[in-house]
């Protein structure tokens, strides 16, 4: 088992620099996180002392009647992570962008389950067991507009999902892809304190081999309830992906989760997924993944921590793993 511990150290940096510049308003904004992180004996652990660094510049101005508006953020320049997003609001006929990892369609709906600091899976060996997106957030184009109290969220990318340079192309292999999210919260139907959602996606085989009676496309479909009464908030989600291709390995999962604010500063969750691996041409394996945390909130400062530990991670039967983490940040 491979127990990590991190404790981190926040420090967020609000609006940095505002100015205006040719009639569009630009901002920049920044983070950095200081971690300290111990890991078990199997592993080596050499410097334990990291930090990471976020850098935002957020633009946006009137163009022949609509707003344009440009984001492009350094979400880590030590590991070379960066995202962008070319927006144009066009009112009521809605928002058409451009998303190069800020993130689209199905995939922001990925896992809606309550909680009071990280998510159940974060910091654990697989992340992505259990969790739709087919177009993904790169290399896509979304579109975003609200019908009657219902938010529609659409992605559609062409090929790779490949965060290309201008004048260039990624390599082919990756069919094309779509999907979309649907969410409203409970007004419509006169419920307070109600959430939900449902998205689904396809993706084209593109150049794999398809054997006889193989469907070569892989679908996604989701869907989530939260509903919160006084302090309590409880969620449900279930999710799942038909692989196709030759050999294609299918998930189902089922997630659930608790959230209970104890008073306006001190907020505990706890939840669980079960994730079935179905391997075509041997046994089904389910991952096992629990979590629980808490978080403190004083002003702008707040601690947080939390505790995740799975087994059978990605389906691979043994293989299990538990993460525990401590965060201090800073707002300012």
Known sequence: MNDMKKI???ALAGSLVAFSANAAEMSVSGATLLTYTSEDTTETTGNPFGMKTNL???????????????????QDQFAGMSSARLSVDMGDMG????????????????????????EIWDGLDTTTSGRVGTAGNTGV??????????????AARKGSGTANADGASSASGEGTSWDFALTTDGSMLGIDGLALGVGYGEQEAGQQTITAGDNGDTTNLTGFVNYSIGPVTVGYQQSTEDTGGNGG??????RWGVAFNINENLSVSYGEAETEFANPSAAHVTEDVEGIAIAYTMGSMK??????????????AGANDKMTEIAVSFAF
């Not at 928002?95 to 990280?118: H, M």
């Not at 184009?141 to 659409?154: E, L, R």
């Open 56 to 74: 935002a510049f957020t633009a946006s101005g009137e163009v022949n009647g609509m707003t344009v508006s440009y984001y492009q953020a350094s």
């Open 8 to 10: 981190g150290l926040t």
């Open 95 to 118: 928002t058409l962008a451009f998303d190069q990892g800020s993130g689209s369609g199905l995939a922001t709906i990925d896992d809606k389950t309550p909680t009071a600091a990280e």
């Open 303 to 316: 601690i947080a921590g939390n505790q995740n530990e799975g087994s059978n991670m990605a389906g691979a």
């Open 141 to 154: 184009f979304n579109y975003i507009n609200s019908f009657g109290g219902v938010t529609f969220n659409g």
């Open 249 to 254: 390995v299918s998930q189902y999962s089922d």
